[in-house]
């Protein structure tokens, strides 16, 4: 009886040891301090507000294109838990789809996007292998175009404005630091003047909806 309870105490505490072990492995090799991120993902848009006068418009657009760069750095890293920073360069495009709001025509336009943004990130793992990520951030939009709006003597005033976004989604980890991941982007833009030139401004309110991949590489 002595000598199973002995067997068994050894057995235990090998096993224990070996769980260690291997559950240390994963977050010694995933858990770098810094990260790389690439992302490309669809862009759905809606929302958008029309003239700044009072009266409000829907417009539809069709489904566009997302891609973004970034790079950051894990400021807490404790069991199960990764927290840090992440800048970002965020480029969406995508269309009008023949809209006119009142005597604006948009038209088939392209609007263009090009954002710097910075957000807080955490990483929660539920597996050694997957996560879940949140982020969240503000940043400044530029060179904001929408294509063939000069056609139809329409001006537009505002190039730059803040931008904000909410990100969520889930990793899975493919070894050596690496990542895959598929998520939800929410970016919104402030307001985007547009003048008639018929005593009228427009105010164009960009919600947009993007779903991507993403990976992830840690260093």
Known sequence: MSRAFRTLAVLSVLGSGIAAQDDSSWFATDRASWFATFGAGLVSTADTEGPMSGDTDSLSYDPGYSVNLGLGKYLIQTTGFRGGVHGEILFNSFEFSNQTVDTLDLGSDRVENLTFMLSAVGDFYLAPQF??????????????????????????????????????????????GYDVGLGYRYFQMDTVEIDTNSSEIFGLDFKEHIIEVVLHWGF
């Open 131 to 176: 996560s879940v990520y949140l982020a969240g951030g503000v940043g400044y939009t530029s060179r904001i175009s929408i294509d063939g709006l000069d056609a139809v003597n329409n001006t537009l005033l505002d190039e730059s404005v803040i931008s904000a976004q909410f990100r969520t989604g889930f990793k899975y980890a493919l070894g050596s």
